[in-house]
């Protein structure tokens, strides 16, 4: 039996599961191309995976197709469909069919990995399909690699993208992170295990920009476990996303790390690398649900004692994704106190790229121009080519 089989018809729902496949490190000849009614005709002849996904685009004949799909489907086979948006009748049906989960497009691409995590075994814990907010902590695996300068610029590009974001910061002291906003309040009259109900949001935070807020109670020294879990679900609640700017040497930052949606770690590649890896994993259990992604931030110029990208692959079983050094860009962003600064240049893009691999998106292949003499180039190039038709 396969694990699992996903029939998608449009290239916006393709994309996302391919990736969605990737991180979940099954075959991408799981994801077939066609639709439900090619679905149908496949089960009709195979024997059903263990999870099945399937995108619904006949939507006139709706009801007729997921009879016919009842005929079909083995009774173990668990199913999710995607499509446009249901009634909440329309989805107590389903469900009372039998439909594990129904997802509106565009899809909620964290919900749908949990769930398929769930359903394929993979973790222990039963995981619903929440539509809450996700908890994503940045933390480095070592000191000084631009923790800080990470968190706030994937805070600001997620709340540019829509998401209502709020970044926080687990640290006693202000730490970085208040150097690229200068302006703000300096704390909050809350500490953060005051922080107990929806109403005391307002009063516990302060708004960036446009779709950013910062969380302002920062003081955590009498903060518990429990707390921090009911902080946590609180925000949760409240924004899309949740962006933890985490020290590695908090006494809190192994409960934030297991309680976390996406956990990014950040560091430079040296030699030293391994045994502080090691020694991060050994203060938290990491639980099956959670992505993990790595981020290679290239704080200075190359050196001879970098571990090559293939050794990097095979020790974090993942290629991690890569910062360029940007000569004092991101210092620069926060010595100003202008967080914009952190919109340009090569760390913005690569950024834009860490982002959407948080969304699980996939950047499209656009070509843009190089550096000064090639856009020069193709500007001559289009002046010649306008004279050369006259």
């Known amino acids: 039996m396969k694990s699992l089989l996903a029939f998608v018809a449009t290239p916006a729902v393709r994309q996302p599961l391919e990736l969605l496949l990737a991180d979940l490190k099954l075959p991408a000849g799981a994801l077939i191309t066609g639709s439900e009614h090619q679905a149908i005709d496949y089960l009709a002849i195979h024997s059903s995976p263990q999870l099945l996904i399937v995108e619904i685009t006949d939507l006139a004949n709706r009801e007729s197709v997921l009879a016919q799909l009842a005929d079909v ?5 668990q199913v999710i469909l995607l499509g446009a948006g249901l009634s909440v009748s329309e989805y107590r049906e389903l469900k009372t069919l039998g439909i594990l989960e129904y997802f509106d497009t565009p899809l909620d691409m964290q919900a749908l990995r949990h769930l398929c995590a769930h359903a394929l075994g993979m973790t222990d814990s039963p995981v619903t399909s929440r539509h809450g907010g996700r908890i994503i902590t940045v933390s480095g695996i070592q000191g000084g690699v631009g923790t800080s300068s990470v968190a706030a ?10 998401s209502h974001t709020l970044l926080a910061q687990l640290d006693d002291e202000l730490g970085d992170v208040a150097g690229f ?35 302002c ?26 962006v933890w700017d985490c020290e590695k040497h908090h006494a809190l930052a192994p409960d934030l790390w297991a309680r976390a949606d996406i956990c990014i770690w950040v560091f430079e ?65 926060a010595n100003l106190g202008d967080a914009a600064l952190l919109n340009s240049g090569k ?28 856009r020069l180039r193709l500007l001559l190039n289009g ?6 038709a006259a």
Request: net charge positive; aromatic share 6%; hydrophobic share 40%.
């Open 153 to 162: 610029a994937l805070a600001q590009q997620l709340a540019q993208q829509g």
């Open 347 to 374: 760390f913005a893009l690569a950024m834009a790229s860490l982002v959407d691999t948080v969304q699980l998106h996939k950047r499209s292949a656009e070509p843009t121009p190089g550096g000064l003499w090639q």
């Open 383 to 388: 002046k010649n080519g306008v004279g050369g």
């Open 217 to 242: 109670s920062s003081e955590s020294r009498h903060t518990s476990s429990a707390q921090l879990g009911v902080v946590n679900d609180l925000l949760a609640e409240h924004y899309t996303r949740v």
């Open 181 to 215: 906003w200068p302006k703000r309040s300096v704390d909050s009259p809350l500490a953060l295990h005051q922080l107990s109900q929806p109403q005391l949001i307002p009063r516990a935070t302060e708004q960036l920009s446009n779709r950013l807020d910062w969380l």
């Open 269 to 333: 590649s040296s030699v030293a690398l391994i045994d502080q890896w090691q020694r991060i994993q050994s203060r938290f259990s990491a639980h099956a649900h959670q992505r993990h992604i790595l981020v290679v931030n290239q704080t200075r110029p190359e050196r001879s004692r970098q571990i090559p990208a293939e050794q990097l692959t095979q020790l974090f079983g993942q290629a991690p994704l890569v910062i360029p050094y940007c000569k004092e860009q991101p210092v620069f962003a």
């Open 73 to 77: 489907v083995e009774p173990d086979c």
